[in-house]
């Protein structure tokens, strides 16, 4: 289950947006690598700024010292101008003061060690501790009510979400106490079932056969943070879809308070979804035990107006060929990490190694094909993002109905990047944003395109058309992509990522 559980990893097309859409990303830092670990770690950082000021990189590095609650602090950016006002944003925040003031005052007390108990061996002599189910130490009913924050693209979800989580609590704020975790949801399903094959791998060693893993990955998430803040939840695949009621009531039991944020209604989660009637359960827990908010504030913050940076190169003409190579040159001797360039550099990913063609310490070099032709999944592709800071990725072509596998994984990719904050260059065959298009038409043939490029800020004749993609997933799959892909192509993204 858990190698069917990692390929299906490859179709969740959606990791991971850095905050507002005008110069507030995400909170959490871009991760090294642990040398011990050959599987790749999600990011469950506890992130809070220093006490002087708040890390919402690009945006107020300089600002004055941080607030100690949601309401406050964002009164505060609106003032500096950092963020515009919005009254519908002002009314989120009430929301978010709502659970900050609970929290205050909240102690579910310590998440109890791994559970062991004695049982005879064999020869009935001796004995040996071999784990138990760990009990929940919270009642459901005494942990504050989560929020679930939802709305479409560019509605400010992830900036909201990043808000609250620098302004918890000081115990929150302390790993040392209570603990917090920020994380893309993709990344956390990720990180889960693998402690979940560490923890069947240790049970099975024991003689315990197929005991339940979860409850133990359970105690250990909790026992790093009693608030949990997932971004971009979403349910694509069905081993998510099995195990997410189990999981949250564990975590909840635990003492966790969770906040997501979604581009879906609880009700519209993994719709057509294989064996939807075993995931109306989960569905009913989140209604039960989170405020649900809709964030639809008539404002989208992508479509403010931002200069562009020379990142994407097309035609694929000799010129771009040598310019993009001449780029990665000149970045990859001055990496201030390691200006030795190495061919088929191998990185260790779940036990296997990814091939990079070439790279310097914090610069990599690849092709469409060595990232996309291949069964790669978003584990590989975080893996990379992780390891390095800039990425140059060549020859991009047209993706038609024949590259469907192709156009996910590169979906999955870009998502990738735009998480851990990647610098990225592209030489593509058209323009980077028509490279899902078809050849002829354009998506104002279609409804569904139509809404999304409005959405967007985009014209049809930017976009094109393309029968790639059909479903309602899917379609906001490409929405964020193309999103993305504009957003990281700015300035201010440069910047950002030094």
């Known amino acids: 289950m858990f190698r069917q559980a990692v390929a299906s990893s490859s179709r969740l097309a959606r990791p991971a947006r850095p905050a507002l859409r005008t110069a507030l990303p995400a909170l959490a830092p871009r991760r090294a690598l642990h040398p011990s670990r050959t599987a790749p770690q999600a990011s469950s950082v506890t992130v809070h700024a220093p006490d002087d000021k708040l890390s919402f990189q690009g945006g107020c590095r300089d600002v004055a010292p941080l607030t100690p609650d949601p309401i406050r602090r964002y009164e505060h950016l609106v003032n500096i101008g950092t963020l515009r006002p919005d009254d519908s944003q002002r009314a989120i925040v009430k929301r978010l003061e709502r659970l ?12 109890p060690p791994q559970s062991m108990e004695i049982t005879p061996s064999f020869f009935g002599k001796f004995f040996t501790k071999t784990p138990t189910v760990p009990p929940p130490t919270v009642p459901l009913d005494k942990v504050p009510k989560g929020l679930y924050l939802y709305g479409s693209v560019g509605t400010g979800k992830t900036m909201l979400m990043d808000l609250f989580h620098s302004t918890l609590p000081p115990r929150f704020a302390d790993k040392q106490q209570l603990g917090s975790t920020r994380i893309h949801f993709h990344s956390f ?6 402690r979940q094959h560490e923890v069947t791998a240790r049970y099975q060693k024991l003689g315990k056969g197929q005991k339940d893993a979860l409850p133990e990955v359970a105690r250990s998430l909790a026992a790093e943070g009693r608030v949990l803040c997932f971004d971009e939840f979403q349910v694509t695949d ?25 581009n879906r209604h609880p009700d519209e989660l993994y719709i057509n979804g294989i064996q939807r009637q075993s995931f109306i359960p989960a569905i009913e827990l989140i209604k039960e035990r989170f405020e649900i908010v809709d964030l639809d504030s008539g404002t989208d913050y992508r479509k403010i107006p931002r200069a562009l940076s020379h990142v994407y190169f097309s035609p694929l003409t000799p010129e771009n060929r040598s310019e993009v190579s001449k780029l990665f040159h000149s970045m990859a001797e001055s990496d201030p990490v390691s200006n030795v360039i190495l061919a088929n550099r191998k990185i260790p990913i779940w036990g296997r190694e990814l091939v990079v063609p070439e790279s310097s310490g914090s610069v990599a070099r690849f092709t469409f094909a060595d990232l996309c032709n291949k069964p790669l999944s978003a584990a590989d592709y975080i893996e990379v993002t992780n390891t390095f800071k800039t990425v140059f990725v060549e020859d991009v072509p047209r993706m038609g109905l024949g590259e469907r596998d192709q156009a996910r994984r590169f979906i ?32 104002a043939d279609d409804g569904h395109m139509r809404a999304v490029m409005d959405d967007l800020g985009l014209s049809a004749d930017e976009v094109g058309s393309s029968s790639l993609f059909s479903g309602d997933e899917e379609l906001f799959a490409f929405a964020r992509c193309v999103s993305r892909l504009s957003q990281m192509g700015t300035k201010e993204w440069s910047e950002l990522t030094g």
């Not at 900050?100 to 998440?111: A, C, H």
């Not at 195990?243 to 966790?256: A, C, H, S, T």
């Not at 610098?423 to 490279?435: A, G, N, R, T």
């Open 238 to 262: 069905i081993v998510t879809a099995m195990i997410l009621r189990q999981l949250l009531e564990r975590l909840m039991g635990f003492g966790v308070v969770c906040v997501m944020t979604s």
């Open 189 to 194: 399903m990720l990180d889960v079932l693998h």
């Open 100 to 111: 900050w003031n609970e929290l205050k005052d909240y102690d579910p007390g310590p998440v």
């Open 412 to 443: 999955t990719f870009i998502d990738a990047c735009y998480e851990n904050r990647t610098k990225l260059f592209i030489s593509s065959e058209v323009p980077i944003f028509q490279v899902f298009s078809n050849e002829s038409g354009t998506a």
